[in-house]
């Protein structure tokens, strides 16, 4: 089970946030897509958090493209933490189309961010929340504003082979390889201690 959060804060602006849509559109191609393959959700984070669509909104490929493309950007502050919270507690359960890691389902989210949270120990407290659900986190930065303690809890441990970063949204693309590669694994990936990032404070 797969899930994209994507950041739609107004730094990034309508037409990145269209190479946004368009690198997810490249990874999803990847995958077989169905109810017994690989689910697909997305949300989009900015002042408020929306699901755009959950894992079994969707039963085929076309479906899902088709979902993506629909998508609109909505501009705002970017307050990852409600996303992080909403990835959680709704989307990563039975109501929002999960299925059972006991039964061989890893659960993976893709976080894409040009920026760093307007509250980032609400975001701190939010990772760790997630981590402790075994929630698999890979996190892509955008660009040069970027906090890299931040991401470095927001990312599964190892971070190091957790976070990708590039220079600017022409990169993107680039990563679908990387991603596919991650996300295929299913590997289940426990978070460091914040302790390890002592200029975020909890």
Do not use: W
């Not at 669509?53 to 479906?63: A, H, I, N, Q, V």
């Not at 705002?76 to 359960?93: I, N, P, S, V, Y």
């Amino acid at each position: 089970d797969l899930c994209f959060m994507l950041d739609g804060s107004g730094s990034v602006g309508k037409k990145n946030f269209g190479k946004i849509k368009e690198f997810l559109s490249n990874v999803v191609d990847r995958f077989d897509i169905g109810p017994q393959n690989t689910r697909i959700a997305v949300i989009q984070y900015s002042t408020d958090s929306v699901i755009e669509f959950d894992f079994d909104d969707y039963k085929t490929k076309e479906e899902v493209m088709d979902a993506i493309e629909g998508i609109e950007y909505e501009g705002g502050g970017t307050m990852t933490h409600k996303a992080l919270d909403q990835m959680r507690t709704e989307l990563f359960t039975e109501a929002g189309g999960a299925r059972s890691q006991l039964e061989g389902h890893p659960r993976v989210c893709v976080m894409l961010t040009d920026g760093k949270s307007n509250k980032p120990s609400s975001t701190v407290k939010s990772a760790l929340e997630v981590h402790d659900s075994d929630i698999t986190v890979l996190t892509v930065a955008i660009g040069r504003t970027i906090d890299k303690n931040e991401l470095g809890v927001i990312a599964s441990a190892p971070e190091c082979l957790n976070m990708f970063f590039i220079e600017d949204f022409d990169e993107v693309s680039a990563l679908k390889d990387a991603i596919e590669q991650k996300t295929c694994s299913g590997i289940v990936l426990r978070q460091l201690n914040y302790n390890f990032y002592p200029d975020i404070s909890i």
